[in-house]
């Protein structure tokens, strides 16, 4: 029945294979070997083109530009993971190189994220061992440990460390040589630096600021140091008089306004003297053989916040170590017959009498001794006569009409005679720039439109006026309203100014006591840089672009500065 129901199946037998024409024999058990093993291969090769995909690879698919040229490539471990790191002259590179996935899923390839370095972040290279307690040599070799800065919020800088462990000698080595070669290219990074430290500015913390926080960073860029923890005002200045500048890559100051200023001063009048040049009348001076670094460790510190945004130690360090350095104009101050001293800002009046009475007051705790000096000042207010000259920016403008160069070209040779303006009268202060002196209670600047290096100054004249019209005006500096907004306040952008006071007869003793203290012989206040100076002659101050640079940032450049202002 079931035979009959259904249709037998005969058994298929095994296609033969075929024959070639003319009756050959099927191809022998040796030629059968080989084709079995070249199948066996090919499938072979497929898991590890597989693995192949799942390595995350570096993106290589442009041509190479200048510095991308591969120099090393090899297999460390970050961040407990093996990784595919690549150097070049300009980058460090490495990608994780990921497991065989059993399942075979390609998901895994998108896990893997390509991190880069750039070389000119990078400020350190150190080989990692293992030591004991007491072993300062030799140790078990870990790997290499790369230091780079690192930019945070609000213009800070830090430093951070990257390990790439591998346990072979010759491969840290080797490593570590093309490191060094690449990090020893950046030719403005300083190998060597004069260090001064002023122990007594602020809250005397200028010394452990230095040794906890700057001295730690220097030694582990490799940097050397020659320190001078100065003993009495005037030191740095003796000093830099004698000091071999050409043993050093750069000047460094650990402390306030004063001392920075100090400093500066004295790395210029070296480069006078060592040029041969006559120190009492400068007219051209010749620039500063080597950058000058600022370490804030005082009250105000103007010139560090001008620099980097920040009154922060370490960001300033870094930026010295880094060799991050910006051309700044600088002022010379001078009398008819001798030149006082260089500097980039100054004050007359309010300014510099509130400076006169905190250094009178120097026993009083720092902060104490501000806001008495500032208070006091203020409940004193009195203008001061005298009569100002200056000598507005010549700003050069292209012409093509010949006539018109013609014309410029008389007007230069009329001299500067001509171009001189006066003003004559009462003034609470005035303010001398060749910088726009940032700082926390002017985070603007007290002269906003300045810049580091664009060879003018800001001359800023208040006039006299109320008590209270003079609050109104000083409390503006502190926020972002115009502060010159007022009738009492001119401003110019200039060249050069003259200052001369005019000396007052029949003045009540107990109206001008605060005056006579600072100085017995009725010397006028001038406040230079946060430096005290008395002088009761003509003052004539200049301009000088450029003439020295400054480890640091433009201020345009930095995160938090985007205010912007029209005022002069």
Known sequence: MLGAAAPFLRPQRRARPE?????????????RAQA????????????????RRRVAPLAAAPPAEAGEEPLLRGIFEIGKRSCDVVLSARRLRWSPILPESPTGDSRMVLQAQEEIIEMKDVFSVKLKRRRFVGQKKGGTLLGITIFKCLNKEENKLTDCAIHLNNLSEDHCHAWFRHLKEILNGFQNRPKSLKVFVNPSSHKREATH?????????????????????TEYEGHALSVLKECELQAFDGVVCVGGDGSVSEVAHGL????????????????????????????????????????????????ATLHIVMG?????DVCTFSTPSKLLRFGFSAMFGFGARTLALAEKHRWMPSNQRKDFAFIKALADLKPEECELSFLPLQIPQEDSHENDKKKNEK??????????????????????????????????GLAPNTRLNNGSMALIVVQNTSRTEFIKHLKRYASVKNQFNFPFVETYTVQEVKVQPRLKSGLDAKENTYLNAASAEGNYPWNIDGDLMEEASEVHVRVHPQLIHLYGVNTDDLASSQATCNCI
Not at 273 to 285: E, H, L, N, R, S
């Open 19 to 31: 024959r070639p024409a003319g009756g050959g024999r099927p191809p022998p058990r040796e030629q």
């Open 36 to 51: 079995a093993a070249v199948g066996a291969r090919s499938s072979a090769a497929a898991p590890e083109e597989r693995r």
């Open 209 to 229: 600021v230095y040794y906890e926080q700057v001295a730690p960073l220097f030694k582990l860029a490799d940097i050397k140091t020659d320190v001078t923890v």
């Open 268 to 315: 210029l009048l070296k480069a006078q003297i060592d040029a041969g040049k006559d120190t009492d009348y400068i007219p051209t001076p010749v620039r500063a053989p080597v950058p000058l670094g600022v370490i804030p460790a005082g009250t105000t510190n103007i010139l560090a916040h001008t620099l980097y945004g920040i009154k922060h130690a370490v960001t």
């Open 324 to 328: 991050h350095i910006q051309p700044v």
């Open 411 to 444: 007007i230069k040779k009329k001299g500067s005679k001509d171009q001189w303006h006066k003003i004559q009268g009462h003034f609470l202060n005035v303010s001398i720039m060749a910088i726009p002196c940032l700082c926390s209670m002017a985070p603007r």
